[in-house]
Nanobody, 125 residues
Framework: QVQLVESGGGLVQAGGSLRLSCAVS????????MGWFRQAPGKEREFVAV????????YYTDSVKGRFAISRDNAKNTVYLHMNSLKPDDTAVYYC??????????????????WGQGTQVTVSS
């Protein structure tokens, strides 16, 4: 397993931007699919974006397509979530997660076995 530490959350006005970072310690970072999930108060944890270990393919939930971008730097063992045009509905605790890369990229939280502690993102209207 790997250890994950998120940073970069905060308070931002609607329409603003934030960049979340997830620093990963452990071996073979490049072999992991890396995902971002979020959980708003009273709601279940939901998938936001994932970057695959093979070729860096990316996938997004529909509500963030065109606004968020996930990227990874294998040399720095870090994954990023660039968030633009933020909306109040984006308010949540954002979690970074890792899953040993297989042939299929999955977006269900239960498929990921390593998680960070989360970082709060609050978007004011």
């Amino acid at each position: 397993q790997v250890q994950l530490v998120e940073s970069g959350g905060g308070l931002v006005q609607a329409g603003g931007s934030l960049r979340l970072s997830c620093a990963v310690s452990g071996r073979k970072f490049s072999r992991y699919d890396m995902g971002w999930f979020r959980q708003a108060p009273g709601k279940e944890r939901e998938f936001v974006a994932v970057v695959a270990w093979i070729g860096g393919s990316t996938y997004y939930t529909d509500s963030v397509k065109g606004r968020f971008a996930i990227s990874r730097d294998n040399a720095k063992n870090t994954v990023y979530l660039h968030m633009n045009s933020l909306k109040p509905d984006d308010t949540a605790v954002y979690y970074c997660a890792a899953r040993w890369g297989m042939s299929e990229v999955l977006t269900t939280p239960t498929e990921y076995d390593s998680w960070g502690q989360g970082t709060q993102v609050t978007v004011s209207s």
